[in-house]
Nanobody, 128 residues
Framework: QVQLAESGGGLVQPGGSLRLSCAVS???????????IAWFRQVSGKEREGVACIGSGDAATTYYEDSVKGRFTASRDTAKNTVYLHMSSLRPEDTGVYFC?????????????????WGQGTQVTVSS
């Protein structure tokens, strides 16, 4: 079993920045480097949507939802077994619960709700 734990959410003013972290632990032999990673956002009353998804491997592809392109960057630190989402120029519409997710041995960066492991979510509120 693999466990994911997000942190870094909070209240931020419009135009501000946040960095979300997702610590990955659990199953021995698991390799974050060979996993697709993703960040999803859920707004109350709406379905969870993918905002940033990255495949694995040397030629890993990436997907960013249109509204976050140029503002959000997803990354991984394999030495720390941690996934990050750097968010800048935040807008009120970025408000929601953010979930990290991983899919071991997946190469592609499709951003659907079919990842194998999920965190519990962290709240991000953008408001003045």
């Amino acid at each position: 079993q693999v466990q994911l734990a997000e942190s870094g959410g909070g209240l931020v003013q419009p135009g501000g920045s946040l960095r979300l972290s997702c610590a990955v632990s659990g199953r021995s032999g698991f390799a974050l480097a060979y996993s697709a990673i993703a960040w999803f956002r859920q707004v109350s009353g709406k379905e969870r949507e993918g905002v940033a998804c990255i495949g694995s491997g040397d030629a890993a592809t990436t997907y960013y939802e249109d509204s976050v392109k140029g503002r959000f960057t997803a990354s991984r630190d394999t030495a720390k077994n941690t996934v990050y989402l750097h968010m800048s120029s935040l807008r009120p519409e970025d408000t929601g619960v953010y979930f990290c997710a991983i899919a071991p041995l997946r190469v592609g960066s499709r951003c659907l709700n079919d990842y194998d492991y999920w965190g519990q979510g962290t709240q991000v509120t953008v408001s003045s």
